[in-house]
């Protein structure tokens, strides 16, 4: 009889990431992030008073569409990734992609940081359901090793190693331009 191997599931992670602020570079909030272990919820783009924190679905390899250099006033590439299954046991969800009309008619006010408009009937259209987002309202608490740090270069990891007198409060840092590069 063939013994066959157990096959490890991949773990499925929500992405978070951080831009630069007027005081501070994206790579300073996101060493802030790990500092302080929690990525505080905001309030940009989110309907209603509930600040929320966002998050994509979408595997580390494709995250190339969200970080294209075109979208760098909304997405810079320094980030983290947590497990999707503890953002799940937090609270998060889905986000619901909806006209607003719709959405009102629908949900209790308190409830609209869970939409993201979708007006396809607007020129141009308004979609932006190819980010797979998740919300969670409030923040979220950073388990370490339940995260991964994202940054941009392996310059960016000797960085974050430094700053954390290399032991970063999570379970590694992964330099995404490597897996961005085009074949040569």
Same mark, same amino acid.
């Given at each position: 009889?063939?013994?066959?191997?157990?096959?490890?599931?991949?773990?499925?992670?929500?992405?978070?990431?951080?831009?630069?602020?007027?005081?501070?570079?994206?790579?300073? /909030? $996101?060493?802030?992030?790990?500092?302080?272990?929690?990525?505080?919820?905001?309030?940009?783009?989110?309907?209603?008073?509930r600040p929320a924190v966002c998050m994509f679905d979408v595997p580390i390899p494709e995250l190339r569409t969200i970080l294209d250099r075109r /979208?760098?006033?909304?997405?810079?590439?320094?980030?983290?990734?947590?497990?999707?299954?503890?953002?799940?046991?937090?609270? +998060?969800?889905?986000?619901?992609?909806?006209? =607003?009309?719709? +959405?009102?008619?629908? $949900?209790?006010?308190?409830?609209? =940081?869970?939409?993201?408009?979708?007006?396809?009937?607007?020129?141009?259209?308004?979609?932006?359901?190819?980010?797979?987002?998740?919300?969670? +309202?409030? /923040?979220? +608490?950073?388990?370490?090793?339940?995260?991964?740090?994202?940054?941009?270069? =392996?310059?960016?990891?000797?960085?974050?190693?430094?700053?954390?007198?290399?032991?970063?409060?999570?379970?590694?840092?992964?330099?995404?331009?490597?897996?961005?590069?085009?074949?040569?």
């Amino acid at each position: 009889m063939k013994r066959e191997s157990a096959k490890i599931p991949a773990v499925a992670m929500l992405t978070h990431f951080t831009r630069a602020s007027t005081t501070a570079t994206a790579l300073d /909030n $996101l060493v802030a992030i790990l500092k302080d272990g929690v990525i505080r919820g905001g309030s940009r783009m989110i309907r209603g008073a509930r600040p929320a924190v966002c998050m994509f679905d979408v595997p580390i390899p494709e995250l190339r569409t969200i970080l294209d250099r075109r /979208n760098r006033r909304r997405y810079e590439p320094f980030g983290i990734a947590v497990d999707k299954r503890y953002a799940f046991t937090m609270g +998060a969800r889905p986000v619901i992609y909806l006209p =607003w009309h719709e +959405a009102e008619k629908i $949900l209790a006010p308190e409830e609209s =940081w869970r939409v993201v408009s979708l007006e396809l009937d607007k020129d141009p259209p308004v979609d932006w359901s190819f980010e797979r987002e998740w919300r969670i +309202a409030g /923040n979220l +608490a950073v388990e370490r090793p339940l995260a991964v740090a994202l940054v941009e270069t =392996w310059k960016d990891v000797d960085e974050i190693f430094d700053r954390f007198d290399g032991r970063p409060p999570c379970a590694g840092v992964i330099p995404l331009a490597g897996m961005f590069a085009s074949p040569a």
